[in-house]
């Protein structure tokens, strides 16, 4: 079964910034659909960033647009997350989801498009 790791989260002060990094175990998956999703506690998963590799078209939530940048190192297999200027209410468990279908506009930040999911790394923003 194919193991897909976050890794970066972490305690940042109000202002800060986190990469998160994720990794499948299965390097030979063709990922043509990446995302990151959080949760915070008692709400909702949601779709933060989400990509389609063949195009580089991204998705980007209205609440972290212009702070937040989804990328990823073919090479590497790794997908990022780079949050800049992080707030107190992006404290959440973030899951990195990839997928080797490709999922057009909306449905590519669709939770339910989504095959491989991480284990969650916890961002908590507090001063």
């Known amino acids: 079964q194919v193991q897909v790791v976050e890794s970066g989260g972490g305690l940042v002060q109000p202002g800060g910034s986190l990469r998160l990094s994720c990794t499948a175990s299965?390097?030979?998956?063709?990922?043509?659909?990446i995302g990151w999703f959080r949760q915070a506690p008692g709400k909702e998963r949601e779709g933060v960033s989400c990509?389609?590799?063949?195009?580089?078209?991204?998705y980007y939530s209205d609440s972290v647009k212009g702070r937040f940048t989804i990328s990823r190192d073919n090479a590497k297999k790794t997908v990022y997350l780079q949050m800049n200027t992080l707030k107190p209410e992006d404290t959440a468990v973030y899951y990195c989801?990839?997928?080797?279908?490709?999922?057009?506009?909306?449905?590519?930040?669709?939770?339910?498009?989504?095959?491989?999911w991480g284990q969650g790394t916890q961002v908590t923003v507090s001063s």
């Open positions: 990509m389609t590799t063949h195009d580089g078209n991204t």
């Open positions: 989801a990839l997928d080797t279908y490709i999922h057009h506009g909306e449905d590519a930040c669709l939770i339910f498009s989504y095959d491989y």
């Open positions: 299965d390097n030979t998956l063709e990922l043509r659909t």
